[in-house]
């Protein structure tokens, strides 16, 4: 691990951490969620908001409309189901070809110490960037009004790191591996209770500076409306294959264009 980058980590976060990576598999393993709190120390967190509030103005505004598994409509079942159901997010997004080589968040990604941490903690032998310019490491901004609505994730993972809190409001909620019945089909029945507020989610409480690694292809997960102030969030995007492009379609969506 370079030092630049551990001047900026929290104090916890050495070497040692990073190997005992086996610790923290049983717990995303059981608990679908791993925070690491204060991972980003505050003289990193000064940085990334400095960075975040510079590229603001050539950030792309996106409103995405879709079902709850991202996936066209079902002709078959009706647009009030939980399959079919639209749910919305708004926010503005960064592309990762507008991020500087040199950037605290592109050295956090591509520093191998941290990567084969993450590769540990999901099982698997190596991880690689998008082969497309814009979708390895995105800055996501919610500002007031603006919300993440219930999905599921394409992804087997997602990492994120909360550079700023809002004020009052965007909290994550979630519903932990409940996607499928035990026979392996689809649980439309508790997703459509979840929908219609019949089921308490779990909140994870979350500070600027934390990363946060979750499995949201089988858990529910939502960010609720920002009511106040301004919530920047990174993620951190990786695939298990090499040269795996984001889809056309979602670059499209989440940055206005493909390249």
Known sequence: MKSRITSFLGEKYSRSFFEDASHYQKILGSEGILVLPHFINKLGLKKIVEEADNLKNVSFQSVSKYNVYVL????????????????????????NDLIASDSLLMEVYNDPTIKTFFATLFGVAELFP??????????????????LGWHFDNSDFTITLLAKNCNKGGIYQYHTDMRYKEDGTENFDLVESILDQKVEPETQKAFAGDLMVFRGNKSLHQVTEVLEGERILITFNYNTKEGVSLSEKSRKTFFGRIA
């Open 130 to 147: 998008y082969s497309d310019p814009l979708s390895s490491v995105n800055i996501n901004y919610y500002d007031q009004g603006d919300a």
């Open 72 to 95: 066209p409509t079902d002709p078959n079942q009706s647009m009030k189901s939980a399959r079919n159901r639209i749910m919305k997010t708004t926010k503005k997004c960064i592309s």
